[in-house]
């Protein structure tokens, strides 16, 4: 019998009255919570100002675990979202998980356009290479030959290299690493919240009940094995070289990490040169009383 | 110097009515895709923004603009965006999004002729039905519809007062050619205009919960970043705000939603009566539409039929009880709607036969011609 209720140091920040989750067991999706739960006890950043924002999605419902102020949205729109709160209250520092198909098919535009704006933000995208929650289609980043539902032959579309598209945008922190890589995810994420503008993090995370099963690559501790045998660690190198092949070579590292001033920096500043005297700078959110 | 009300007499359109309304109602967040016939009242905002202390961006898409003011909304500012018909139907989801999670903000939609592209630079009253109804699931909105460039600015105003009152998105439904009319416009003192603060939460941080009501079935609020640890989902969700996904939960999280529209309904619904004393007949119309209707009554009363207006400020809610009312005791109804029949619906509904009903119809383009509303007052009582 279990007297001691058990706990973990990372509790505080997790909802615990919502645990069991329901992730699968062997998913990646737990690891990837961890190493953000840690960046942020490690970030010394005040918890009140971080902010979680998630689409539709198996990664989408990290937004429902964490135990901070956290918004689930819809089916893509994370990153708009997200963009209303940071400036609605530019001091908030807004971190956005969500799946690739959420962040890069249906909400690829949105993608472009806030990397684009180098809008100041965090965005960590767990890349399972399918749509997980609706049971295993192919995405924008399946790899040719692998067979999802609906491409019971294989896939034979040409996908993303997540970390090329964001860079070419605009983006001006950019990472991959897959979840055998804690310890460098962790610094990753450590490194893109306090890094101003916007900072994309790519995570390859296995899914094994349905792209692993699907393709019979094993267990979830399989696939990381994999991981552990055929990825490579090389930084600061150009993004077009990071593609992703069907079980191929993973090349993981911190691609991308320049300054370059932020959409708030430039509006202010812009709107203060141009505008001169009369220019007044919002304020922030509405008197709440205290 | 503040320069958020521009006390005084104007002469404005009524889509920059609609962004002074905006401004002086508190608003300082915008998020915009461009359109015909709103455009101007984005410009207008992009334009004041800067000397009021507002955020103005131009977003990719409507979906964006849509998802980015009820970001907004939620980091505790006013916010608002712009749209007409093709752009409406884009932020549907959103809408849906905002209705869920109780978000208030305001979306105006300056109608032009539908379907699909249709007519950009003609006005339209095509979208009634869509802002009713475009989102998915079961729910209740608000929408008010302006008759003049004087209305925009005031129920811009009334919008953001509603929104902050009941927690949903409030919809300004205008028509392009109210957008588009410019009038005088009277811009009340500062001190006259008192936009309703959002219903804050007061007590203790233990014990809040997200989607706890007061009594009158709207929760009160609290922003990010404020350590409330708040989770807001568009799952269906407990008073906490968790995920529930169950058929009790269902009923209770959407049955409040729509009730606390439904019960407030009497408080909610604004209309305009004119000589119903003794009328025989009502003309019923909304925005454009109603102005085109006053001289199809004075021709009508000058020919010896009692005939009056009920002009819809707000049209949705419906405004039910004075229509059931008018309904039992007038001999006919005349609604001229510029669609082939949208608000017309509800009406018929709401008379249940007690007295004819008349749809003077138009399918966008332009506004009616008097005399068709003429004859439809004069048919109704032969
Ligand atoms: C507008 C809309 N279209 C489709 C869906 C259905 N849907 C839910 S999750 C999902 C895919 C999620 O895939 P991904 O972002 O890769 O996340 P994962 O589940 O793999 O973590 C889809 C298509 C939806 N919820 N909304
Ligand atoms: S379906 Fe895949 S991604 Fe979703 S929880 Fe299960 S293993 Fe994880």
Known sequence: MITEQETHPLDDLLRVDRIPHIWCPTCGLGIVLNSFLTAVRESGIPREDIVVVSGIGCTGRAAGYVNLDSFHTTHGRALPFATGLKLGNPRLKVVVISGDGDLVAIGGNHLIHTARRNMDMTVVCVNNFNYAMTGGQFGPTTPKGARLTTAPYGSYEHPFNIPFLVDSCGATYVARWTVLHIRQLTESIKEALVHPGFSFIEVISPCPTVYGRRNQLGSGLDIVKYYRDNSIVRNDIDTRECEIEYQGKIIVGRFVQKRKPTYLETMNEYLRQSVGEGFVPYQGPMDDGD | ?382
């Open chain 2, 1 to 382: 110097m503040d320069k958020s009300v521009l006390t005084g007499v104007h002469f404005w359109d009524g889509d920059y009515a609609c962004a002074e309304g905006a401004i002086a109602a508190g608003c300082r967040f915008f998020a915009g895709y461009p359109i015909t016939p709103s455009t101007e009242i984005a410009e207008r905002i992009a334009q004041r923004f800067p000397f009021v202390g507002g955020t103005f961006i131009q977003m990719e898409d409507e979906l964006a603009s849509m998802a980015a003011i009820l970001g907004a909304a939620w980091a505790g500012t006013k916010a608002m965006t712009v749209t007409s018909g093709p752009g409406f139907s884009l932020m549907q989801e959103n809408i849906g999004l905002g209705v869920m999670t109780e978000t208030p903000c305001v979306v105006v939609d300056v109608q032009r002729g539908g379907p699909s592209t249709g007519l950009p630079t003609l006005t339209g009253q095509q979208d009634m039905m869509q802002a009713r109804w475009g989102s998915h699931g079961d729910y209740e909105i608000i929408a008010l519809s302006p008759s003049s460039p004087q209305e925009c600015f005031d129920l811009t105003i009334t919008a953001f007062d509603l929104s902050e009152r009941y927690r949903v998105p409030v919809l300004l439904m205008m028509d392009e050619c109210v957008g588009h009319m410019t009038e005088k416009v009277v811009v009340p003192e500062k001190e006259k205009i008192r936009p309703l603060p959002r219903r804050w939460y007061r007590g203790p941080k233990e014990k809040y919960r997200p989607f706890q009501p007061d009594a009158d079935g709207v929760p009160p609020m609290v922003r990010a970043g404020k350590d409330f640890r708040i989770h807001i989902t568009g799952l269906t969700h407990d008073e906490r705000g968790y995920p529930v996904i169950n058929a009790e939960c269902q009923n209770l999280c959407v049955t409040r939603l729509v009730k606390k529209i439904r019960d407030n309904a009497d408080k909610i619904t604004i209309c305009e009566e004119h000589s119903l004393e003794d009328a025989e007949v009502v003309v019923v119309a909304y925005g454009i539409s109603a102005r085109v209707a006053f001289k199809a009554i004075a021709d009508a009363r000058e020919k010896g039929v009692r005939v009056g207006m009920l002009r819809l400020i707000t049209v949705w809610p419906f405004p039910e009880m004075r229509v059931s009312e008018l309904a039992q005791r007038v001999k006919a109804m005349v609604m001229p709607e510029i669609n082939l029949g949208q608000v017309y619906l509800e009406l018929e509904r709401v008379v249940a036969g007690r007295c004819r009903t008349f749809l003077v119809p138009h399918c966008g383009g332009w506004v009616h011609d008097p005399k068709d509303i003429f004859e439809a007052i004069m048919a109704s009582v032969r």
